[in-house]
Nanobody, 115 residues
Framework: QVQVVESGGGLVQPGGSLRLSCVGSGSINGVYAMGWYRQLPGEQRELVAETTTSGRSKYADSVKGRFTISAGYANNTIYLQMNNLKPEDTAVYHC?????????WGQGTQIIVSS
């Protein structure tokens, strides 16, 4: 059974930093991309950052220059380094692993940016 588990969320002051981690375990066939998404209550889940096995990464305009995504495809791990956090970054952050079997999502980790 595949499990995708995020960690690293919490409460941080504006201007602070956090690092999110995500690990996918179990039999995942042909991972080709991994990414981070975020969601507010009642809103659509939006892409924050994504990276592929070809080495390409993309970011939401709102996080460019502040967030950095990295991945370890050998063990299906993914990280998101978040610097200079803003109150509008408050959301539940979900990890997504794209594979030939389909997408796998984590349950999410809450980030609150507030003074």
């Amino acid at each position: 059974q595949v499990q995708v588990v995020e960690s690293g969320g919490g409460l941080v002051q504006p201007g602070g930093s956090l690092r999110l981690s995500c690990v996918g375990s179990g039999s995942i066939n042909g991972v080709y991309a991994m990414g981070w998404y975020r969601q507010l209550p009642g809103e659509q889940r939006e892409l924050v950052a994504e990276t592929t096995t070809s080495g390409r990464s993309k970011y939401a305009d709102s996080v460019k220059g502040r967030f950095t995504i990295s991945a370890g495809y050998a063990n299906n791990t993914i990280y998101l380094q978040m610097n200079n956090l803003k109150p509008e970054d408050t959301a539940v952050y979900h990890c997504k692993i794209e594979s030939l079997d389909g997408p796998y999502w984590g349950q999410g980790t809450q980030i609150i940016v507030s003074s």
